[in-house]
């Protein structure tokens, strides 16, 4: 097997063994053909979980949300809460030092300057809100 003795040349000549590597293959194809049926298959799904009966409520949706409206007049209201300019970043600053989630969005009126928009972007941005909606 390993080695082929004279012939009509009169030499010897050498050829490999190629039984321990067909082995080795084999072995390869028992373990993966055992290990292909363990692999997951498919999505992973998250499926909500019904809350215990004890715990509280979670919050809504546009309760996590800051809403800063500015209006026609110039005033601004947060939540439909009035506030002022001077007031608008310490309030921000007092909210989002409460919230996990710091999510800012503005409803501007259709006759609104742009420079009040961009005024409370900033004041938004620097009260720390992390996502601007």
């Known amino acids: ?3 082929d003795v ?4 009169g030499g010897a000549m050498a050829t490999m063994n190629v039984v321990p590597l067909i082995d080795i293959l084999l072995v390869l194809i028992i373990i ?8 997951p298959k498919g ?21 996590k949300t800051i809403v ?22 310490p309030r ?3 909210v989002f030092k409460e919230r996990a989630e710091k999510v800012a969005s503005s409803r501007v009126m259709t006759r ?7 005024r409370a972007i900033d004041v938004m941005r ?4 992390t996502r601007l909606a």
Do not use: R
Not at 6 to 9: E, R, V
Not at 75 to 81: A, F, P, S, T, W
């Open 43 to 63: 999505l992973d799904a998250l499926v909500p979980q019904p809350a215990p009966p004890n715990q509280k409520q979670q919050q809504d949706v546009t309760q």
């Open 112 to 118: 609104c300057d742009f420079a009040d928009v961009a």
């Open 68 to 89: 800063v409206q500015i209006l026609d007049t110039g005033k601004l209201k947060i939540n439909d809460e009035d506030a002022t300019w001077d007031s608008l970043g």
């Open 1 to 3: 097997m390993g080695m």
């Open 32 to 39: 993966f053909m055992v290990i292909t049926p363990l692999t």
């Open 126 to 129: 620097g009260s720390g809100s």
């Open 92 to 94: 921000l600053t007092d």
């Open 6 to 9: 004279g012939g009509k040349s």
